[in-house]
């Protein structure tokens, strides 16, 4: 049976204009039933009938009974399924967008059997939605809700049961599943992916049946699909012509979120770690990585031929001539490896079997509550009623909610549990209620349910206010936003402070060196410093001091206990929610000028050429004598600034305290300036790759209000800050793995997809650029050939830097030891080095704190060892520095290894409290999560507070076509630097030719004609759902402009204070055409908040 059934797949997949005449009269008959845009499926009993929207909203229309519905004489919903055409879309390398009818979503295809216990299946819908019924009535007594508005468009069978998790271990170590990450397609749930350890390719869960209850960031178990049913690959050349798409991914790493306000020393992973949107702070995630979220409507699932696999994950055998020897000799991950190998144009596939892990995003969801149908119902059942006195809550009714965040399914309330302020406001009928935020928790998701359950916890207030969004982001990303804990505060000690005189026993004393600091202006958190000296040798001793936080955070205590929860400081637009107390952030721990502070300083002694000849580190107290801002470094690397022609207070430039003056600190810039550009020069020459663009910056008035944006370009007193600050913790990083190779909190960037890369680098070479992505150094060469022949096309450099942030990986930390024998997988990609940590901001960054805690445990042990090596063999003092067995240049790996050198090692481990393995490795990944939801919280405020300003007024501003189709295009805005889609398909008046030859889309205005396509639901929107129409003469009144300063042209590619032209009829675009656009605010009240983009063209019609 399992044959006959691989053989018709494959036969299928062979026949593809047979499977899509099949389906056509599906469609005819589909165009038969009712053309209103609702489905009605009234109940038997006909008391009243409720309306299912494919686009999951629900008329007014009420039942009453439930009892005696039928699923099957429900007409066929269409609106709410990904609509198809046959036409290709044409996009930049990154963009997967697929628009093919003939192919079937992965949520539609023919299953096997054997996949789900022999049982067959209909095919899924994208979106749930329940045909029948009392609107917010449980059709099951006693069961969880199975029906939700605009999903039984189909037969619904449940997916299998779970399995148990005994069988999932057996699995596991047989290698029949495999243990994955679930991430949710943002632009199409029905599409979700799991990465595989080992596996270069994501495995594509497609469709709700496969998901089988999973939700974003659940850790699952999946099962590998038979070849025959794996997908198309997006993007690959064997893919037909009705499918032409181009793939993105945005596998962005981490954001240090560096913000008006925020702490400055973020710009060292700014661009080398390109943390998060750092090269252009993107208002949305509109990319993702993959098996996270992609920009495409469907995916293709033609099979291949035939084919002797039986399961990927069991026994197989290729077509290319594996052997059974081999196939025995192979592991699990290997077979797939070889069959992704042998079949490089098809995507493996794949379904859940169980949820091993729940995600914490269950915990934290944010939605809003459909209650107007609910409302409805009960008015109409008190209506009905004699005696309306008492109306009680069924056990069964719910209340539907919508989830902010797309990934995650609509959701059912049990009106019983909501809280009784909530009840009471839905007893007196106040529809207000849909437009406020509620947070929320996944209850349950029970077997046989189409929804899961969800608990309301509290309301955050309405949508179209700023706070209720900020905290409700701040809710969703586990955000602690509280007043720190009496016991952490009773921690600290209590000011005035003063550092203890003893401290300069065991430190070293630089207070009489010339060291400041360089931070934005905004900074209040400084910590760290600079300082050199310059010998007549060459040589040049820099100094970099960083504030000594784990003096004061000591192992095991509230305070440490509370800053491992915190795990980062979280910057937002005008906020910054700090991991330590301000009293040590802002005060006693922060390196402000003209006071004592504690500090871990690394010393580095470096020649002409940029070599480390020597080093020192060590605990150290400095006083610094100056605070600078970037700009005020600036003027001083340009020249503006002369100790001799300015007054600092009428100037506005700091005073300079202690016995030094601006000639010192203006000397010393210049100094470190000059030895920044070589080591930058040097580093790119080793091959680092710098990912660099200009970031949006909104612009708030003295009400905090948002007011307008601009970009912000990098300065070169960035750079000089960020040499010294890469520098330090390379240094620290060898000095730690040397000391502790088991138990060193490191941070690795592994290799891009390098696929995705290949994409790109062909789309360059196609418009005459030659990009070469074999290496990160030859990357980086080539990108900057590519900037010098566009230096007259800024625009579209900055299109092209942005994409090319896109197949980066996330650069996390981890523990050496996990990865004690994959010495290769510890390096850098973006900084081209084997070894990496973060030590240089330990006042907003907990893993700082434990490589220092780590760094002070290796120089006390090898302080030890020397010690003893010195009385051994009767040494002087100066010689022990000769043989530096862990902080030197050089390293004595016998010495290291040494059981006198262990002996020292583990009684500073212990002193130190230094964790074991398995706890390192827990803290890294708490950490890396933490990271990551700054990252999003600080994403999230920026896009919100643009939305804030576009409510206000609209932008025009020009923008790049990135890719076409006949449905709609993909444009990137670079004001302020997003990528927005405008769908112009089945649009009232608006004529769309399609030019599949040349790629070129044709947009005539025609006011008299509708084109029906086959399958149509027939719903028709507006035009100025998609176009800013104008009539000339109203331009003439009135002009639309985009600035407000200057008549020059600005940088971003919008006329400042001038007209910005309208585009008129017919309309003709290709790829990187530039065209005329209006912005302007999506939801608030009715939605989670965007940002949309419209055409902007002039027409007397």
Not at 640 to 654: A, H, I, Q, R, V
Not at 702 to 713: A, I, R, T, W
Not at 893 to 912: F, G, N, T, V, Y
Request: aromatic residues 8%; glycine residues 6%; charged residues 25%.
């Amino acid at each position: 049976m399992k044959a006959a059934v691989v053989e018709a797949v494959a036969d299928r997949a062979d026949d593809g204009d047979k499977e899509k005449k099949k389906r056509r009269p599906r469609n005819r008959k589909s165009k038969q039933s009712p053309s209103s845009p609702s489905v009605s499926c009234s109940s038997v009993n006909g008391d009243a009938s409720l309306d299912c929207l494919g686009n999951g909203t629900m008329t007014n229309h009420v039942t009453a009974s439930l009892n005696q519905h039928h699923l099957g004489t429900s007409p066929l919903c269409e609106q709410g399924l990904p609509k198809a055409s046959n036409l290709a879309f044409s996009s930049l390398p990154t963009m997967h967008i697929v628009e093919s009818p003939g192919a079937q979503s992965p949520g539609s295809r023919l299953l096997l059997p054997s996949d789900f216990d022999g049982r067959m299946f209909a095919n899924s819908c994208p979106e749930p939605a329940a045909c029948g019924g009392s609107p917010g009535i449980l059709t099951n007594k006693g069961s969880s809700p199975q029906h939700l508005e605009g999903y039984f468009q189909k037969r619904y069978i449940s997916p299998p049961p779970h399995w148990s998790m005994e069988d999932v271990s057996a699995a596991l170590e047989k290698g029949d599943v495999f243990k994955a990450l679930f991430r949710v397609n943002a632009h199409n749930r029905n599409e979700a992916y799991c990465k595989i350890d080992g596996v270069p390719t994501d495995i594509l869960i497609g469709g709700l049946m496969e998901q089988n209850r999973a939700v974003e960031g659940d850790i699952v178990a999946i099962k590998i699909d038979p070849l025959p049913l794996w997908t198309k690959m997006k993007g690959s050349t064997s893919a037909s012509k009705s499918s032409a798409s181009v793939e993105v991914s945005n596998n962005n790493p981490e954001d240090d979120a560096v913000g008006s306000n925020c702490k400055g020393k973020a710009k060292v992973d700014e661009n080398c770690e390109y943390d998060g949107r750092r090269s252009c702070v993107l208002l949305e995630s509109e990319f993702c990585p993959e098996g996270s979220m992609y920009l495409h409507d469907s995916t293709h699932s033609e099979s291949v031929g035939q084919s002797s696999c039986d399961h990927v994950a069991g026994k197989s055998q290729l077509a290319s001539g594996s052997s059974n020897e081999q196939n025995v000799i192979q592991s699990p991950v290997q077979r797939i490896c070889s069959i992704i190998s042998s079949f490089p144009s098809k995507r493996p596939t794949g379904r859940v079997v169980a949820i091993i892990e729940w995600s914490k995003c269950r915990d934290t969801v944010i939605g809003y509550l459909n209650v107007q149908k609910w409302i409805s119902y009960r008015q109409f059942c008190k209506k009905d009623m004699k005696k309306n006195k008492s109306l009680s809550y069924s056990d069964h009714e719910y209340i539907q909610m919508t989830p902010t965040d797309p990934r995650f399914p609509k959701m059912v309330v049990l009106v019983r549990k909501l809280p009784e302020a909530i009840k009471k406001r839905l007893e007196n009928g106040d529809e207000t209620i849909e437009k406020e935020l509620f947070a929320a928790q996944v209850d349950e998701w029970a077997e046989g349910s189409l929804a899961p359950q969800a608990l309301i916890l509290h309301a955050f207030g309405h949508g179209t206010e700023v706070q209720p969004h900020i905290e409700a982001i701040l809710f969703e990303n586990a955000i602690n936003s509280s007043e720190f804990s009496p016991e952490s505060l009773s921690c600290l000690p209590r000011l005035p402070w003063e550092f203890p005189q003893e401290e300069l026993k065991i430190r070293k004393d630089l207070r009489n060196l010339c060291i400041f600091t360089i931070d934005p202006s905004t900074a209040t958190d400084l910590d760290d410093a600079l300082s050199v000296e310059n010998f007549s040798n060459g040589i040049s001793r820099v100094g970099v001091h960083i504030a000594d936080a784990s003096y004061f955070v000591l192992p095991d205590t509230p305070l440490d206990e509370e800053a491992q929860a915190r795990s980062t400081s979280v910057y937002m637009t005008q906020r910054k929610i700090p991991m330590l107390p301000p009293i040590l952030t802002e005060n006693i721990g922060s390196l402000n000028p003209g006071v004592e502070r504690l500090t871990f300083s690394v010393f580095l002694d470096i020649n002409n050429a940029g070599d480390v000849v020597d080093r020192w580190m060590g605990r150290t107290v400095i006083r610094s004598c100056c605070k600078l801002s970037y700009e005020h470094a600036q003027d001083i690397i340009d020249g503006k600034l002369n100790s001799e022609s300015f007054d600092t207070f009428k100037d506005g430039y700091p005073q300079v305290n202690g016995h030094f003056g601006w000639s010192d600190v203006i000397r010393s810039v210049k100094s470190l300036y000059e030895i920044s550009k070589i080591l930058k020069k040097r580093r790119f020459n080793d091959g680092a790759l710098q990912l660099d663009n200009s970031k949006v910056v909104i612009l708030f008035d003295e009400c905090g209000d948002p007011y307008d944006s601009l970009f912000s370009e990098r300065k070169e007193s960035n750079s000089l800050v960020e040499e010294f600050m890469l520098l330090a913790n390379i240094t620290v990083a060898e000095v730690i793995s040397r000391a502790f190779p088991d138990s060193a909190l490191l941070r690795r960037h592994p290799e891009p997809n390098m696929r995705k890369l290949k994409e790109l680098e062909a789309f360059c070479a196609k418009n005459g650029l030659q990009l070469d992505t074999s290496s990160s150094g030859r990357f980086h060469q080539s990108l900057e050939r590519i900037r010098e022949k566009l230096k007259d096309d800024s625009v579209l450099f900055n299109i092209l830097m942005n994409y090319a942030t896109k197949p980066m990986q996330l650069a996390t930390y981890f523990c050496s030891g996990e990865l004690k024998h994959k010495e290769n997988d510890w390096g850098h990609y973006g900084l081209a080095v084997p070894l990496y940590t973060h030590f240089t901001s330990p006042l907003r960054r907990y893993p700082d704190i434990v490589v220092h805690r780590t760094l002070a445990a290796a120089i006390e042990a090898e302080e030890l060892y020397l010690e003893q090596q010195r009385l051994l063999n009767n040494l002087n003092k100066g010689d022990k520095f000769k043989m530096r067995c862990f902080t030197g240049v050089h390293f004595d790996k016998d010495a290291a290894q040494s059981w006198e050198s262990q002996k020292a090692l583990s009684a500073a481990a212990m002193k130190h409290s230094l964790p074991s393995i398995e706890l390192l490795a827990g803290v890294a990944a708490y950490c890396n999560d933490r990271k990551l939801a700054s990252r999003h919280v600080k994403d999230s405020c920026d896009k919100l507070h643009m939305w804030s300003l576009l409510k206000k007024k609209e932008i025009f501003s020009e923008a790049r076509v990135m890719g076409l189709g006949p449905r709609f295009m993909s444009i990137y805005i670079q004001r302020l630097g997003v990528e927005r889609r405008i769908s112009y398909d089945e649009v009232e008046g608006l004529m769309v030719e399609w030019l599949e030859a040349t790629s070129t889309l044709v947009l005539s205005l025609r006011a008299d004609r509708r084109s029906f396509k086959r399958g149509s639901p027939g719903k028709w929107r507006d035009l100025e759902d998609v176009a800013l129409v104008v009539n000339p003469s109203d331009l003439e009144a009135e002009p639309r402009l985009v600035g407000k300063s200057s008549n020059e042209q600005s940088s971003n590619g919008c006329s400042l204070n001038s007209e910005l032209a309208p585009m008129v009829f017919p309309l003709t675009m290709r790829i990187l055409s530039t065209i005329s656009v209006v912005l302007h605010a999506v939801g608030g009240d009715d939605g989670p908040v965007d940002i949309g983009a419209r055409l902007y063209i002039s027409s007397y019609i």
